[in-house]
T-cell receptor, first 112, second 113 residues
Framework: AQSVAQPEDQVNVAEGNPLTVKCTYS??????LFWYVQYPNRGLQFLLK??????LVKGSYGFEAEFNKSQTSFHLKKPSALVSDSALYFC??????????FGPGTRLSVLP | NAGVTQTPKFRVLKTGQSMTLLCAQD?????MYWYRQDPGMGLRLIHY???????AKGEVPDGYNVSRLKKQNFLLGLESAAPSQTSVYFC????????????FGPGTRLTVL
């Protein structure tokens, strides 16, 4: 069965510093990996995805994610955090089926 | 192009009451999903549909029913609401099997007393 873990409930980072939000996954076969962001009282918004190809994937709002097959990880990164990046971030995985499995979410707080 | 919309935005029910949540999408997407979001548990799939007239169970289907009579609409029903169904419900749609991105609605906050 597929599963996604986000080991940190909360990540705090100072504005201007680099940020990392961690995600590890378990899936049979090749993974399809996603990051979504949720702002308060809003639905989830797609940030980026990894299907195949380069291990470093670039997405919206300056975010990128690094796929590491040997460590089964897909960490979200940004070189310089903004206060407006403060939100809830979800990692998700899909295999050859039609359904997505989401992690529990990580709350990112960027402090001015 | 409104994307994915959900009706209502908020609702309070008493235990045992019934209600229907409506999800509508104007992107001609084949796939539609209903999730519930609970603190610390992320999103859990309730039911989904891979096309008009089809539905299937997800991870947590008990206590819910769904219908997809029209391609653009996906209804989630609670026949006899329970306090354990207090949650935020999100609908999502996806183009087809070759499309990977889900588009989410704004959510419905349901409280069952």
């Amino acid at each position: 069965a597929q599963s996604v873990a986000q080991p940190e409930d909360q990540v705090n980072v100072a504005e201007g510093n680099p940020l990392t939000v961690k995600c590890t996954y378990s899936v049979s076969g090749n993974p399809y990996l996603f990051w979504y962001v949720q702002y308060p009282n809003r639905g989830l918004q797609f940030l980026l995805k990894y299907i195949t190809g380069d291990n470093l994937v670039k997405g919206s709002y300056g975010f990128e994610a690094e796929f590491n097959k040997s460590q089964t990880s897909f960490h979200l990164k940004k070189p310089s955090a903004l206060v407006s990046d403060s939100a809830l971030y979800f990692c998700a995985v899909r295999d050859y089926g039609q359904n997505f499995v989401f992690g529990p979410g990580t709350r990112l707080s960027v402090l001015p | 192009n409104a994307g994915v919309t959900q009706t209502p935005k908020f609702r309070v029910l008493k235990t045992g009451q019934s209600m229907t949540l409506l999800c509508a999408q104007d992107m001609n997407h084949e796939y539609m999903y209903w999730y519930r979001q609970d603190p610390g548990m992320g999103l859990r799939l309730i039911h989904y549909s891979v096309g008009e007239g089809t539905t299937a169970k997800g991870e947590v289907p008990d206590g819910y029913n769904v219908s997809r009579l029209k391609k653009q609409n996906f209804l989630l029903g609670l026949e006899s609401a329970a306090p354990s169904q207090t949650s935020v419900y999100f609908c999502a749609s996806r183009g087809d099997q070759s499309s990977d991105t889900q588009y989410f609605g704004p959510g419905t906050r349901l409280t069952v007393l």
